[in-house]
């Protein structure tokens, strides 16, 4: 298909043309000795975007999940107990790997559409009188059903039952996209990746992680070898990795990183929102609706959007990238073949956002769904005229 094809899953991301020639460089001596001036700066650079200022930086070669591992198993013995809510695919995979790891979850089933229920995980860490829960599992945001959570409650509800409970954030979908306030909220461990909000390839988690933490992990005696926090630590403060790092994957964080404080870290929230809210706006002008059940928990990264009974999101989604070169996401576990995703995130722009929704009116024409052509489009291009920046209101 000539032309160019459009990413609008959400994650991987697209990959700004900056990051794109940073990782496209010869290899390099990992031990070179001018190395350290480039990654400790670059470790530094990478609290920043977490909002941290005392906790520590680790980029592991992994995928997210990798991260996820990385966080568990540095901070928690066999046997111990942690506090999640599954209300989502990946919150789902999140508890399946404590399982597998041999820990005890105290799980909290919630309706997909809906966020971390605050007011009972306060009843349950309120009830846990003895500190059996040693750590307290918050997807920030929920990828497979466009949620966003409430991790300043959750911090909340800790303080107000006094409890030591760890607090872990998911952000592989969110940091670097919505706002995250990693001391503010008192999060032990942060955990992301490199291929949505950081606009780089897969392939680097990035977490940081927090010094409670750090203490807790020179007694936690889950096994633990690629991933060890101590081995990381011991020679990232001198520069190095404890073994051969992806040094092109760190140059991409690097051009990444710069794009981002150029911009400036609260206009990289508040075009996400704007270009999130386009999205919604073009939803509800088809006569469609969204799998967050409300709009507190509305994702300003992803939209999951539920197609009338009688339509296969599978067909739909498939339809989109054969015929036109769209890629959109599929509904995954609970709902699928009931909803498509837009991935709205990363380098991403107004123009951009049309074409994702140009693209899915005319597979909503093709496959026959109900509703009037351009609707979406044009609610989204009046969104976007009502909410302009103010420099280019003036310019015009």
Known sequence: MPGVRGLFIPGPTNVPDAVRRAVDVPMEDQRAPDLPAFTLPLFEDVKKVFKSRTGQAFLFPSSGTGGWEAALTNTLSPGDKVLAARFGQFSHLWIDMCIRLGFEVDVVDAPWGEGVPVDIFAARLKADRHHKIKAVLVPHNETATGVTSDIAGVRKALDEADHPALLFADGVSSIASIDFRM?????????????????????????CVSQKALAQAQDAQSRRCYFDFADMARVNKDGYFPYTPPTHMLRGLRASLDLLFAEGLEHVFQRHHRL????RQAVSAWGLKLCAAAPHWQSDTVSAIYLPDGFDSNAFVRHAYKAYGL???????KVAGRVFRIGHLGDLNELMVLTALSGVELTLRDQGVPFTAGSGVAAAIEHFHRTQPAQLAKAA
């Open 276 to 279: 999130a809210e386009a999205v």
């Open 327 to 333: 890629s959109l996401g599929v509904g995954l576990s």
């Open 183 to 207: 001391e503010d909220w008192r999060v032990d461990i942060a955990v992301s990746g490199s291929q949505k909000g950081f606009m780089m390839p897969a392939g680097l988690a990035i977490l």
